[in-house]
């Protein structure tokens, strides 16, 4: 009897694992119909195990496939996908997480900065000339990075010409975008709250990259870098007209109401507002006996930012961002004379203790150039829409032109971006 029962359970065992192989091999065929190679389980795991209940069964199976998702986070987040599904999968991933958040959150503080620079300043009554200094001020300090980096080049023999052309473009720029700034009435002093914020935006942008840096496979070519600008000065267009018509009430132009037509006279400006306050108002009881100015104060006060219009700003420039790092690098590699194989990377996302070489670099050429650009774009838009907006043409030409010229400007300054950390080592150099 004994050696009868042990006959069957064998012969039971047997057929079960059969009857789990054939469901098992059916269900990897699925898959590799369904899915990309690097997403195929390997379910060989499953093949050859033995069963001593439905409980550990489903136990074992629940366990295989989360190693199996384990396993494809893993990849997905050092970028190690071979085919080209799970490589953009993991750039997109890699480049949400870490330049999509931090664009995002930066955009929307750098927004509500200047909203509230620019409400401190109207509450205070700042005068044109304490306006135009903050604003000359903000305008500078990218320059002087750009100037304090070449000349630290120069003196550690890290200088070429790829680098001291990326600084020249971008420092000509920087000059020719402060000169508008001035020539237009009121356009330097309406830097005052947009200029601090983009500053801040700027600088808070590099000390995050500082220590989670970001990079990819590829170099810097001539034809990679027309490439990337164009692309770039086309997603620029797109997120600023965007924002344009979804989110106008945002940032310090938002506080300032002088985007798109030129500045009225502080009669018409306070008649203005006091109106538009009196009517948001009129079921609010109030002090008949409050001055012009008081009343004026109050409006200003009462002012809230819109963050619904913030947030769109953030996503917008966060998404242009993301897409615009995956762009451009595919285009770079395209023009690239010995491309990385494997296709375009982005580096996965690290963190680090930066030296003091690491920070100085940061410091006097990423965010040079990146602060530099910055200030550029609130100089551009901000000198065109109130030149423009003198013009007898609609409000909507007026934004059109004023970002196709940020759009050039970006295609100008792309150099500037590829170049400007492309230094000769001191021991080559040498």
Known sequence: MKGVEEALKTIITEREDQADLRAYTAFREILKEAYDEDFVIDMGMFEGSKHSSDSDTFIQRALTILTWISDCLGKLARNEFEGDLGRWASNLTISGLRSGLVTFA???IRQLVGFLQEKALQSNAASPLTRSVLGGIAQ????LLNILGAIRDECNGTANAETRLARFITLTISALALAAAIAVPSALPALASSGPAMLFYTFAQDLVSLFCPTGDNTKPNPSGT???GTLNAMLQFLTFTAMNYT???SGAGYAMAAGNKPPPSETEGLAFQLSAWMEQQANTPHDPNLSAEARAEQIVESLKPVLEDDF???GFNAG???FGQIFMGEAMRAFQKDPPEGG???DPISVRIPTAEQAANQLLSTNAIRTSIGQIIMAVVTSASLYFSTLPISKEIVDHIVN????AVVFALRPGTAYVNARTTPAANA
């Open 320 to 322: 242009a961002d993301v």
């Open 140 to 143: 500078c300090i990218g320059p």
């Open 404 to 407: 196709a010229l940020v759009a």
């Open 344 to 346: 375009f990377r982005i």
């Open 312 to 314: 769109k700003r953030g």
């Open 226 to 228: 027309a490439a990337a």
């Open 106 to 108: 930066l955009t929307v």
């Open 247 to 249: 989110a106008p009430h």
